[in-house]
């Protein structure tokens, strides 16, 4: 039997005509009528009419799959706009489609309910810290005046800044103390206006914000399920990201934003938004220092703060609880050195890397280049009697979960870690290292290891980062440098312009991460001369 054409509604109104013919001009190819409408027989449809919840889904498809048979695949989810989604199941013949529907709905409902009532908990268990919160308020301000009273030094206290223009640098240092996003915050904010004035210091506090650790657990899995692993990585196309991950990533992002507004928004922390905007001008330049040992507060998107926005040439530094008054002086020599290490590359493409360094060596900058050295030569790279100024690492690299630690990929056979590079990189330090810039994946915990040695400024990257990311950020920061040599106006400029590539590569600008150890920091001399950019 053959079929040359079909028409989708039985009795239309107003008669057949060519919207409801399949295919709409022509005639079936011969075998075309049999694959498609076996494969529609074979489809199992599913409508939600309030959203959809794609963890209830999943645990819903899991089940099934266990009770009929693990062939059952997702097809398709389309979004119809105003909260209705279809969802489309691919079933062997032999299934039952009716009890096969039931069972999954219902399944569905079994586990929505369970995640609603984890969520309810969760809501219920916050209510609770924060009533507690707002009962032991006035307890936690005493201790931290005591606490501040005792660790924090004053202006008089610290040696004045040799370089003017860090000397005249504004700043203001917000110290989490022991606290948690279960618990809340005590906190202090050292506002610098200028070198002669000594700081103003106020204290301040938040309350528990637990769903703030959910809300970047649930946009951190999604983000690493779109972008596969933790590790720098190309992607051929933009069609990488479906739209439907790229909406629900917005959705969890605008969550996340929200949240961490609303928490920066209370009243015991807005007085110290009130104070920087009544000490400073919003066209001046501010240094932002975070300083904090909480992992998931250094996973924030802390340029998201409101205060911010008001504030364009402010961005945000992250610190550990040990900030020095000012960094070790630069060493003096006739180039500024820079030690560039290319480490594995599987999967991905550091040449581009190297050549933007390379246009570094000037006369008065040198580059060297190690490409995917084994342990040994890194270590006796790092001793050089010459010392160092930058040490840059490109590759792929991951941290621990809870952010202690990090390691990075050599060559296809050898991976190492900060601790394993201690007594080399503080030779280097000793001998004027200023700088680290890790251009790979995940990188909190080398970054909190890498503080620990006083390693002046670390940037990493907090996430999985593509690979074209990667490039165009370091080539941002390096033309940044060549208009502005300072070096918190470069790396802010940097990190705005990767939001050029959020159409393909959403959140690019949430990634990159400047730690610094000290309250007054500088560039190499000579590291901003270098000739056009090149271009990715």
Request: aromatic share 10%.
């Amino acid at each position: 039997m053959t079929c040359a054409y079909v028409y989708r509604l039985d009795r239309p109104v107003g008669g057949m005509d060519d919207r409801h013919r399949l295919p709409s001009s022509g005639e079936f190819e011969p075998g075309d009528f049999t694959r498609l409408f076996q494969a529609v027989l074979n489809t199992v449809d599913f409508v939600f009419r309030q959203g959809v919840n794609r963890e209830a889904l999943s645990a819903a498809l899991k089940t099934v799959q266990h009770s009929y048979d693990p062939a059952i695949k997702l097809q398709a989810i389309e979004d119809r706009g105003n909260g209705f989604f279809k969802v489309a199941l691919g079933v062997p013949d032999a299934i039952s489609k009716a009890d096969f529907h039931q069972d999954l709905m219902q399944s569905y409902q079994v586990n929505l309910a369970q995640i609603e009532s984890r969520y309810q908990t969760l809501l219920q268990t916050q209510q609770q810290q924060l009533a507690h919160y707002q009962q032991t308020t006035t307890t936690l301000t005493t201790i931290l005046k005591q606490l501040t009273e005792v660790t924090v030094p004053v202006a008089s206290d610290c040696a004045e800044p040799t370089d003017p223009e860090i000397a005249s640098a504004r700043s203001v240092i917000l110290t989490f103390w022991d606290g948690s996003l279960e618990q809340g915050f005590p906190v202090t904010a050292d506002i610098r206006v200028d070198s002669k004035t000594a700081p103003f210091k106020f204290h301040a506090s938040l309350p528990p914000a637990p769903e703030l650790a959910v809300n970047y657990q649930q946009w951190q899995a999604l983000y690493r399920q779109v972008f596969s692993s933790c590790s720098r990585i190309q992607f051929d196309s933009p069609d990488e990201t479906t739209n439907v991950s790229r909406q629900e990533l917005d959705i969890l992002a605008n969550r996340l934003a929200a949240n961490l507004q609303d928490w920066l928004q209370s009243p015991h922390f807005r007085l110290i938004a009130d104070k920087l905007r009544e000490k400073f001008l919003p066209d001046q330049t501010i240094r932002v220092i975070v300083q904090t040992e909480d992992i998931w507060l250094r996973r924030l998107p802390w340029h998201l703060w409101q205060f911010l926005d008001d504030y364009p040439k402010a961005d945000v530094a992250l610190s550990g609880m040990t900030l020095e008054t000012a960094c070790c002086e630069p060493h003096l020599r006739s180039q500024t050195r820079v030690l560039a290490v290319m480490g594995s590359s599987v999967g991905i493409d550091v040449d581009v890397d190297q050549q933007l360094l390379k246009r570094m060596n000037v006369s008065n900058v040198e580059v060297v280049c190690l490409t995917e050295p084994n342990r040994q030569q890194f270590h006796e790279a790092l001793w050089a009697q010459q010392g160092w100024d930058v040490l840059y690492f490109s590759g792929h690299s991951y941290s621990q979960v809870d952010g202690q630690r990090g390691t990075m990929q050599l060559n296809s056979l050898e991976k190492i870690s900060v601790e394993d590079l201690q007594i080399a990189l503080k030779k280097a330090v000793n001998l004027g290292l200023q700088l680290v810039i890790l251009n790979s994946c995940d990188g909190l915990g080398l970054a909190k290891e890498l503080c620990k040695l006083k390693i002046p400024q670390v940037v990493v990257m907090k996430e999985p980062v593509p690979d074209q990311v990667a490039q165009c950020f370091l080539d941002y920061f390096l033309q940044a440098l060549e208009k502005d040599p300072n070096f918190y106006t470069a790396f802010h400029d940097a990190r705005q312009q990767l939001s050029s590539l959020e159409d393909k590569y959403p959140f690019a600008s949430w990634l990159p991460t400047l730690f610094q150890t000290a309250t007054t920091v500088s560039l190499p001399a000579n590291l901003a001369v270098r000739p056009k950019a090149y271009k990715t």
